[in-house]
């Protein structure tokens, strides 16, 4: 079945603060076999002319995933998350996440798309402090296989 | 760390071989809180049409990064970071993990100041990353 296509220029209210921690920059950096001491040690950070460790370029996904999940799950959008994979991912840093920020992310959907049997939804997630101070532009395209089989050839 | 004017377009930047292993699967897992079966549980994996559990396509993006980081020397320098997700990871159980294979190189001096860096990532010499593009600002 094919996705309203009214929900493109949607955008879904701000979420719940994300608190980000030392603890979980260094968990990820660790995850990613990132070694850098800018991403551990305050002090290195400091050197390097942030204000606290840093968290390493794909971290805004822990952010901006969960964000989407209100789009992801929007029953009235009926996209078939079990059918879902991500089918690319850019993130722009206006600057860099740092321990102690605080947040929130806007989802917007900017296109919805049908291609080779698959609905494609276009996802931005701007995430920014709670004050809104631009942090960070997750783009993403979400795709559902073999979701819009139903109407193809009818376009 | 590298400086503006050490760089040259057209520049390699020194190459990364990653092995990926299930224990990485599972600590990425973890970290970034995706639990989808299809990274840690073989059985799930092949009933939904997969040769195995494969790694998460976030994975293979945030370790791929490392090869400018490395370079930089300042992973903040990395002021934009975009790929396609291609063909699956699959990762067998068992030391080594798969292989990927990173190449980078400095593609374009842009008009903001900051570099385009052109990235490829290649498992069993195919492409797993498409269009991968880093913009890095340096000092």
Do not use: C
């Not at chain 1, 722009?92 to 605080?102: E, V």
């Not at chain 2, 993006?61 to 370079?71: D, E, H, K, Q, S």
């Not at chain 2, 930089?72 to 291609?86: C, D, L, S």
Request: proline share 6%; hydrophobic share 45%.
């Amino acid at each position: 079945m094919a996705l309203d296509q009214s929900f493109i220029g949607r955008t879904y209210p701000p979420s719940p603060a994300y608190e980000v921690s030392r603890e979980k920059i260094r968990e990820f950096a660790d995850a990613v076999g990132e070694p850098s001491e800018i991403h551990r040690d305050p002090e290195a950070a400091k050197a390097a002319g942030y204000a606290d460790v840093i968290a390493p370029p794909t971290f805004a996904i822990l952010v901006s995933m969960k964000a989407n999940e209100v789009l992801v799950m929007d029953p009235e959008l009926g996209l078939d998350y079990t059918r879902v994979v991500h089918g690319d991912q850019t993130f722009t840093h206006h600057r860099p996440i740092q321990a102690d920020d605080r947040l929130v992310v806007t989802t917007h959907v900017d296109a919805i798309n049908s291609r080779m049997g698959n609905d494609i939804v276009s996802v931005r997630a701007e995430i920014s402090t709670e004050q809104g101070e631009a942090v960070t532009t997750a783009r993403s395209t979400l795709v559902a296989r073999g979701t819009a089989a139903a109407t193809e050839g009818q376009a | 760390m590298i400086r503006a004017a050490d760089v040259t377009v057209g520049d390699t930047l020194p190459p990364l071989t990653l092995h990926i292993t299930r224990a990485d699967l599972v600590r990425y897992a973890g970290a970034s809180l995706d639990f989808n079966p299809i990274h840690w549980n073989e059985r799930f994996a092949q009933e939904v049409g997969l040769p195995g559990v494969i790694a998460h396509g976030m994975l293979t993006m945030g370790m791929a990064i490392r090869i400018v980081t490395a370079w930089t020397g300042n992973p903040g320098a990395v002021v934009e970071y975009g790929v396609r997700f291609g063909r699956p990871v699959p990762v067998p159980d068992n030391a080594e993990g798969a292989l990927v294979e990173v190449t980078a190189k400095v593609a374009k001096l842009l008009d903001d100041g900051t570099f385009k860096i052109a990235l490829t990532a290649a498992y069993e010499g195919k492409s797993v990353l498409g269009g991968a593009t880093a913009r890095v600002r340096l000092p």
